[in-house]
């Protein structure tokens, strides 16, 4: 299955612990996308990357949250000190284009943050 | 920036039955519409979608509708199954934008026997 891999799929932290998700875009895509799902509601853009770079995190909190994409490697989206708020799931999407072309994306299954 | 809006919020429908969800946008600029199915626990898969080149597309059971005088755009859904039965978001985004897609709030349908 060459699609877009999340791990890990379940998170489990307490308050004021770091919380990591990582991102595998399908094969040959350059582009990844971060999106947040609180319960029962649609998913909220939260940053845009390619290698190297961020693109766009216009949708991002300013304090807690970080993310990359590394030359080698899956993307990260970094939770610091998590709160409860911070509990949702968040899904990771890869794109074979980006700025000036409008393509599909392609959704990994998701990685669900419970903060106890 | 971009604000969707998406209609019903759920859907029940006996099966056989066609379904119907519809959404409005607010960005003329817009110009790329997919829809994407969810199921309970999965990430969104992308089932049709939609250029602002075209009024109309149509896959098999699934049709989508496009327009752009309106800025709204429809999915169509016929001789519904119960495999059917999902979380329906549609999203909006443009060229330039990096394929930064604002979606809907979804629809939960349900297909009944």
């Known amino acids: 299955n060459a699609g877009v891999m999340q791990n890990p799929r379940h998170l489990v932290r307490r308050r004021g612990q770091e919380a990591r998700l990582r991102c595998s875009p399908m094969?040959?895509?350059?582009?990844v996308y971060w999106y947040r799902q609180l319960p029962e509601e649609g998913l909220k853009f939260m940053v845009y990357l390619q290698k190297e770079n961020i693109i766009d995190e216009s949708g991002m909190p300013k304090e807690r949250f970080s993310a990359e994409f590394p030359k080698e490697g899956p993307s990260i989206l970094r939770i610091q000190q998590v709160v409860r708020g911070d509990s949702a799931a968040y899904f990771c999407?890869?794109?074979?284009?980006?700025?000036?072309?409008?393509?599909?994306?392609?959704f990994g299954e998701g990685s669900r943050l419970t903060v106890l | 920036g971009e604000n969707v809006e998406q209609h019903p919020s759920t859907l029940s429908v006996q099966e056989g039955d066609s379904a119907v969800i519809k959404c409005t946008y607010s960005d003329s600029a817009s110009n790329y519409f997919p829809w994407y199915k969810q199921e309970l626990g999965k990430g969104p898969q992308l089932i049709i979608d939609i250029r602002s080149n075209v009024g109309e597309k149509k896959d098999q059971r699934i049709a989508v509708t496009l327009n752009k005088t309106a800025k709204h755009f429809s999915l169509h859904i016929t001789e519904t199954q119960p495999e059917d039965s999902a979380v329906y978001f549609c999203a909006a985004s443009m060229t330039g934008g990096g394929n930064k897609l604002t979606f809907g709030t979804g629809t939960q349908l349900k297909v009944e026997l």
């Open positions: 094969k040959g895509h350059s582009h």
């Open positions: 999407a890869s794109s074979g284009s980006g700025q000036g072309i409008t393509g599909e994306l392609f």
